[in-house]
Nanobody
């Protein structure tokens, strides 16, 4: 089992940047496929990005591609989401997720563990 704790959210003006971090407990972080999702008020949780065990494979939702970058540091048991050129439509609670064993997709149901979320608010 793994516990996930997100940090780095906050209030930022449109055009600004934030870097989210997700720290994982346990000694087998490198065996987890990791993902970032977000949920805006009144909307369903949606896929943002995912990264493979060693960081060699990444993918992004179309709405964030070219603006967001996912990365991981297995030595620090941490996955990151660098968010640039933020706009008000990026306002949401951002969640870190982990899948134990096997490749994870873009659906919420693909992941086994979730963090508590961190709020990102982008003002216009």
């Amino acid at each position: 089992q793994v516990q996930l704790v997100e940090s780095g959210g906050g209030l930022v003006q449109a055009g600004g940047s934030l870097r989210l971090s997700c720290a994982a407990s346990g000694r087998t972080f490198s065996s987890y496929y990791m993902g970032w999702f977000r949920q805006a008020p009144g909307k369903e949780r949606e896929f943002v990005s995912r990264i493979s065990y060693n960081g060699g494979i990444t993918s992004y939702a179309g709405s964030v591609k070219g603006r967001f970058t996912i990365s991981r540091d297995n030595a620090k048991n941490t996955v990151y989401l660098q968010m640039n050129s933020l706009n008000p439509e990026d306002t949401a609670v951002y969640y870190c997720a982990a899948k134990a064993g096997g490749r994870a997709g873009t659906e919420v149901s693909d992941y086994d563990y979730w963090g508590q979320g961190t709020q990102v608010t982008v003002s216009s």
